[in-house]
């Protein structure tokens, strides 16, 4: 089992910005695939980013030019960078991994992928 703990989330006003992280209880190395999601009451949990073990990233389109995924292998996190948030941005974000040693599809973004899942971070973008 692999435990992944999401932090950096708040309460801010639209058109600022927030780091979001993730820990992994696994070495990162192992995960070649993980991902960030959002979900909102009563819609489907919808995947922003994605980076795959070569750095390959892909994003939502609503969110590419905004949100950055990256990985620090030296603090063992996943990490989104927000930039430009706007009240629909307002979500709790989760963290995800596939299975050990999976790459990342070459589909969209599925919940479907992932195995792995954090308890998430909440984002409340204010008008």
């Known amino acids: 089992q692999v435990e992944l703990v999401e932090s950096g989330g708040g309460s801010v006003q639209a058109g600022g910005s927030l780091r979001l992280s993730c820990a992994a209880s696994?070495?990162?190395?192992?995960?070649?695939?993980m991902a960030w999601f959002r979900q909102v009451p009563g819609k489907e949990r919808e995947g922003v980013a994605r980076i795959d073990r070569d750095g390959t990233t892909t994003y939502l389109d609503s969110v590419k030019d905004r949100f950055t995924i990256s990985k620090d292998n030296a603090k063992n996190t996943l990490d989104l960078q927000i930039n430009s948030l706007k009240p629909e941005d307002t979500a709790m974000y989760y963290c995800?991994?596939?299975?050990?040693?999976?790459?990342?599809?070459?589909?969209?973004?599925?919940?479907?992928?992932?195995?792995?899942w954090g308890q998430g971070t909440r984002v409340g973008v204010s008008s």
């Open positions: 696994e070495n990162q190395n192992k995960l070649f695939c």
């Open positions: 995800a991994a596939r299975p050990r040693y999976t790459y990342c599809s070459a589909e969209p973004i599925k919940r479907t992928d992932f195995a792995y």
